[in-house]
T-cell receptor
Framework: DGGITQSPKYLFRKEGQNVTLSCEQN?????MYWYRQDPGQGLRLIYY???????QKGDIAEGYSVSREKKESFPLTVTSAQKNPTAFYLC?????????????FGEGSRLTVL | QKEVEQNSGPLSVPEGAIASLNCTYS??????FFWYRQYSGKSPELIMS????GDKEDGRFTAQLNKASQYVSLLIRDSQPSDSATYLC?????????????FGTGTRLTIIP
């Protein structure tokens, strides 16, 4: 079955540590996205990529980094520079330029900083 | 005004009744709108999209868009306990890709058996 796989589902990190969240999709989608969700707030875009080897900052990119070396993969690194990293992180993908607004989400990764 | 605003709820509706979820928006996102359903602890999934003024029906769900009043709503008929979830409204301006999707904070809906 096609879909988006995020790992790990739960992650605990000590302050000052970098952590990388994995996102893999087999939907053959060109575009991939990382969102952050906090209680009482809407989804906020961290980074997005519309094509391999290219990515753009979203609204809250500070303290995060990404890579897009393969179409299927879009990992997110939460660096120690991110001041408040505890959140629910969602990876999504979509067909580029068509069916706008239709995002397919992974199951999410919940990061807790101790 | 936030770009997309929703009443956070919780909204409680008896089983079998109509649940009405509302969303207002600013001019910046005034084109296409989408409703996502998110079960507790899970990821969102798209359930309805609407692009023009009026109503769009899909099974028990009806999306309504009123551009003059800048609101969009989702009606759920014959509400079931399985409809209990948070519903996210999202808007997308004309001419932009999904990176410009703006999400509301969501309305938590509880269907009471």
């Amino acid at each position: 079955d096609g879909g988006i796989t995020q790992s790990p589902k739960y992650l605990f990190r000590k302050e000052g540590q970098n952590v990388t969240l994995s996102c893999e999709q087999n939907l053959n989608h060109d575009a991939m996205y990382w969102y952050r969700q906090d209680p009482g707030q809407g989804l906020r875009l961290i980074y997005y990529s519309q094509i391999v080897n290219d990515f753009q900052k979203g609204d809250i990119a500070e303290g995060y980094s990404v890579s897009r070396e393969k179409k299927e993969s879009f990992p997110l690194t939460v660096t120690s520079a991110q001041k408040n990293p505890t959140a629910f992180y969602l990876c999504a993908s979509s067909i580029r330029d068509t069916r706008l607004g239709e995002l397919f989400f992974g199951e999410g990764s919940r990061l807790t900083v101790l | 005004q936030k770009e997309v605003e929703q009443n956070s709820g919780p909204l409680s509706v008896p089983e079998g009744a109509i649940a009405s979820l509302n969303c207002t928006y600013s001019d910046r996102v005034s084109q296409s709108f989408f409703w996502y359903r998110q079960y507790s602890g899970k990821s969102p999934e798209l359930i309805m999209s609407i692009y023009s003024n009026g109503d769009k029906e899909d099974g028990r769900f009806t999306a309504q868009l009123n551009k003059a009043s800048q609101y969009v709503s989702l009606l759920i008929r014959d509400s079931q306990p399985s409809d209990s979830a948070t519903y996210l409204c999202a808007g997308l301006p004309l001419g932009f890709g999904n990176e410009k999707l703006t999400f509301g904070t969501g309305t938590r809906l509880t269907i009471i058996p």
